[in-house]
């Protein structure tokens, strides 16, 4: 009687720490993601003459398009990135000023351009063809399908913040010399203008900010740590944002909102000590495994590359693709989710193994029940 009585306590003790996998959470879960997500191939004469510069100094030139957004989600990415041009007035990069330098016609003819609100491309002057210019545009596709296809895990969306700061010395007064567009400084104004672009195309009920994961935690550090994240089923049909930037430029975004309040991205610090911190952004799924492995097992969120620069594809190389999904980071970022023969003569091109949108992060395998994350 009792052995049975000790037994019973110690299985009961089991069910009680043992995770619970109708919790399964979004920090739980491993999914593909695309590298500017919303990029063209370039202008050919621009590469052409980039490339003839870059010789001289052993660099080449990555170039790589995406389908259409609703095209990817369809595909099965749940992560997307957009870089992001503050434009006020509008206009500011309705012209392709280096077009005009070499003999050709430097207008967009793109109405997008003109209307003000954030510009999307990867470059204001060299790489500026979009599948969609404006920001608030870009989103609403995504929405569009999001209402579509309403038990859809939930969409993950870098915003990388672009602006005069990034430029590397030298290289902003030798644009300015050209006569190019240069990207407007962020401000703290420009920064709430943002928040506000997305709060009045994504609807509240559709957001997963820092204050609802934050919670009753005093840092959103702490909330982490205490698996504060939302479940998978509370996080269907919906989007969450976090920022890419320099740490300037995050630092500005916290001013006046401690601890994101209000705020409706999420920011990814260098240090998983911030106590912002939640996502990271380690790119390095190869030098950086193990790291990458500590955080996701702690219950950060982390973003790393699947191949860089069209290095693994030329090559045929998975190495850094399979580091990255051993690794457990749940955002794992690519430019190749459909081959690109003509390109890059491989038919490298990555994907979620067994086809689904998502499967249970290696690192997460204990917390999560794969047949709750199921479209």
């Given at each position: ?80 990135e957009l870089d992001v041009y503050a434009d006020p ?28 609100g954030f510009k999307v491309m990867h470059d204001v ?251």
């Open positions: 009687m009792l052995l049975r009585i000790f037994l019973y306590s110690c299985f009961s003790h089991f069910l009680c720490s043992a995770p619970l996998f109708s919790e399964t959470k979004i920090n739980d879960i491993q999914f593909l993601a695309t590298h500017n997500s919303y990029k063209k191939y370039m202008n050919k004469d621009i590469v052409a003459i980039a490339e003839a510069i870059c010789k001289l100094s052993d660099f080449a030139i990555d170039d790589y398009q995406h389908l259409p957004l609703p095209d990817q989600l369809a595909r099965g990415v749940r992560g997307m007035q509008g206009g500011r990069f309705s012209e392709y000023r280096f077009l005009y330098m070499i003999g050709e016609d430097g207008k967009s003819h793109d109405p997008e351009l003109e209307t003000p002057n060299f790489d500026f063809y979009s599948t969609c210019h404006l920001f608030t545009e870009c989103l609403s596709q995504m929405l569009d399908w999001s209402n579509a296809h309403a038990n859809h895990l939930p969409i993950f969306i870098q915003i990388e913040v672009k602006s005069d700061e990034l430029a590397l010395p030298g290289v902003g007064n030798y644009l300015k010399s050209l006569d190019l567009v240069m990207p407007l400084p962020e401000t703290t104004g420009l920064l709430d203008a943002l928040d506000q672009e997305i709060r009045n195309t994504i609807p509240a009920h559709q957001l997963i900010t820092p204050d609802q994961m934050r919670g009753n935690y005093a840092t959103l550090r702490e909330a982490v740590l205490a698996n504060n994240w939302p479940t998978i089923a509370d996080s269907r049909g919906k989007f969450i944002f976090y920022m890419n930037a320099i740490p300037e430029i995050q630092q500005l975004y916290l001013v006046g909102h401690p601890q994101l309040n209000g705020r409706v991205l999420f920011t990814s610090p260098d240090s998983p000590s911030a106590d912002d911190a939640a996502f990271l952004i380690l790119n390095g799924a190869i030098d950086e495994y193990q790291k990458i492995k500590d955080l996701v097992s702690a219950g950060f969120i982390v973003r790393t590359r699947a191949d860089s620069g069209t290095t693994e594809a030329f090559n045929n190389d998975y190495r850094t693709w399979e580091a990255a999904l051993q690794s457990g980071a749940q955002i794992i970022s690519t430019d190749f989710i459909v081959p690109d023969f003509p390109m890059t003569g491989t038919d490298y091109h990555v994907f979620i193994p067994n086809g689904d949108p998502a499967r249970c992060s290696p690192m997460r395998a204990s917390f999560c029940n794969a047949s709750q994350i199921a479209e």
